[in-house]
């Protein structure tokens, strides 16, 4: 994203009609680097976000809502404590440089104080620094003592500016026409390597607009004319970019730099948040499987040692049955196998300091032991399995989550399994259930559901003559047909069957067996987990997944 000294020039000349004799309402202070601002306005109440982390350093609008931290760190209070109230005098930017600058008027029963707040926007460097007279009175991220720096970033120190760049100003047209004498190679890679406050993505555009052929005074007019076209880049449906001045392709044009900004960072900063609720459910889920696939594998183990369970009855059997043949003292004795029609021998090992008796209690109890093992290991094996089936039936549901409303569902079948931690806050009212994904085709309305805890209410809203669909050896959303009472063509049978292939964990492939029956002989048996049901009276077609985006009703 453009976030140099060209693009930042024209965010503050916004910024500054916008908030200049506005006055602070509110300060928050989101995690260590991201500052937020209400600001009452003659235009009306406005949200400014203030982000100094190195990959997303801006100052932009916002309409997103965050929750306020429980205690405030030390630089939002100072910031409270000075600003509350205080009026915007100015927004101004440091020439050609990635620092913003806002005046306040700070009046008081007891004072009246102007302070002035640095916003150095400049990657893993970006910082914000609170300045009285010159005097820093409190920064975002301060130097250690000690610490080898040039800049002193201290309460009670003098402000200095970061160190200019040494490249040319591009508003000198002069200078511009010196540097380009020495003009060579790739114009961007030159603009972006000698030119003040433009980074390599801005020289890039600049290239384009003039076909490669870039000379000062073109620079310099690029530069100077005050002009602005916003608009944010897409690609595929993806924002890519936003930019002050673009030309080229995937472009949707926004009236004001400061709404294409907005529009890129609220869409990027909610894909992001997204993913990152997707990658925690996914940890969560990831280690609850590998737990079960550990407890799964001991008890494959178990029933390994238990394979000779048999071969130590037989052996007890056949010592009793030749109890008194067996001589006394010896370590081995071969019987005949009555079991075996061929009436072949079985070596049995023996304990010398046992007798014939004892040894075949021995082997009687060993046989007992292992039978035991045995029958909790086959347990343990089915309810693990089960388990197993469980836990990817949730990651096949949150791998095909649409939104948030999607995860939380989610995240609350987490933790009622006891696989996800509750933080232990205190829960808001229940909110309205989240509907089903829903698709309208030929007069027939189909539902599918979006995770364990909607197929389960899915299952219960249906008529028993509605037709239920499921993928066959996939996990997937239980996917109706509410039939009315009518007979569903085959059109519709198999759009949904489509649907209902989608929305599994087989819709990267094709041709997947989806069963489809009667709601009445689908059943959930009692104590069953979320989403886990059983069914008869099925038929199966084959079908390749669709999504049938253009049948869908609930967005």
């Known amino acids: 994203m453009p976030q140099d000294a060209f693009t930042i020039k024209y965010v503050v000349k916004e910024l500054s009609g916008l908030l200049t004799g506005g006055k602070i309402s509110k300060i928050t202070q989101y995690g260590k680097d991201s500052l937020t601002f209400i600001i009452y306005t003659s235009s009306g109440t406005v949200k400014l976000d203030m982000c100094f982390s190195a990959r997303d350093a801006r100052i932009s609008l916002t309409d997103a809502d965050r929750p306020a931290p429980a205690q405030a760190p030390a630089f939002c209070m100072l910031l409270r404590k000075r600003l509350q109230n205080a009026q915007i005098t100015y927004v101004r930017q440091i020439p050609s440089e990635r620092i913003a600058v806002f005046g306040f008027l700070c009046t008081s029963e007891f004072e009246r104080e102007e302070l002035t707040l640095y916003a150095e926007l400049m990657g893993k460097y970006s910082n914000a620094v609170l300045v009285k007279d010159g005097v820093i009175a409190g920064a975002l991220k301060t130097t ?62 600049i290239a384009e607009t003039f076909g490669g052929e870039v000379t000062a005074e073109r620079l310099y007019g690029y530069v100077t004319d005050g002009k602005t076209d916003p608009c944010v880049v897409a690609e595929g449906g993806v924002y890519t970019d936003f930019k002050a001045k673009y030309s080229g392709a995937g472009r949707i044009s926004f009236p004001t730099l400061l709404e294409a900004q907005k529009a890129y960072y609220d869409r990027i900063l909610a894909d ?89 209690q021995k082997y009687f109890r060993r046989y007992a ?81 979006r995770n364990n805890i909607q197929n389960d209410r899915l299952l219960k809203s249906v008529s028993p003559n509605d037709i239920w669909l499921h993928t066959q050896g996939y996990h997937s959303s239980h996917t109706v047909i509410a039939s009315g009472g009518k007979s569903v063509p085959d059109r ?61 009703t609930d967005r």
Do not use: W
């Not at 799964?296 to 043949?325: F, P, V």
């Open 144 to 205: 250690a003592i000690g610490e080898t720096t040039r800049r002193v970033l201290l309460t009670g120190a003098p402000y200095v500016l970061p160190a200019p760049q040494e490249k040319t100003d591009p508003e000198d047209l002069p200078a511009l026409k010196k540097l380009f004498e020495t003009a060579c190679g790739d114009a961007a890679d030159f603009i972006a390597a000698n030119v003040k406050g433009i980074a390599y993505v801005t020289a890039a555009d």
């Open 272 to 360: 992001r948040s997204f993913s990152d609720a997707v990658k925690k459910l996914g940890s969560a889920l990831r280690s609850a499987l590998k737990k079960q696939e550990k407890r799964l594998q001991l008890s494959l183990d178990k029933l390994i040692e238990c394979r000779d369970a048999e071969s130590a009855r037989l052996k007890g059997e056949l010592l009793t049955a030749n109890i008194y043949a067996v001589p006394r003292g010896a370590d081995s004795f071969e019987a005949v196998n009555y079991y075996d029609p061929e009436q072949g021998t079985v070596k049995i090992a023996l304990d010398k300091t046992l007798s014939p008796s004892q040894n075949a």
């Open 369 to 449: 032991k292992l039978k035991r093992t045995r029958e909790t290991a086959e347990a343990m094996k089915g309810e693990t399995e089960g388990r197993i089936a469980y836990l990817n039936s949730i990651e096949a549901h949150l791998n095909a989550a649409e939104n948030f409303a999607d995860l939380e569902e989610i995240a609350e079948e987490l933790k009622e399994a006891h696989l996800l931690r509750d933080e232990g806050k205190k829960r808001a009212k229940k909110a309205q259930p989240v509907p089903f994904r829903t698709f309208s085709v030929d007069g027939f309305t189909i539902y599918a559901g």
């Open 492 to 552: 519709v049978l198999q759009a949904a069957a489509e649907i209902c292939a989608y929305y599994s964990d087989g819709r990267g492939g094709a041709k997947i067996p989806v069963d489809y029956t009667e709601r009445k002989h689908v059943k959930k048996p009692p104590a069953s987990p979320a989403g886990f049901v059983t069914y008869t009276d099925y038929k199966t077609a084959l079908v390749d997944p669709h999504d049938h985006k253009e049948e869908r």
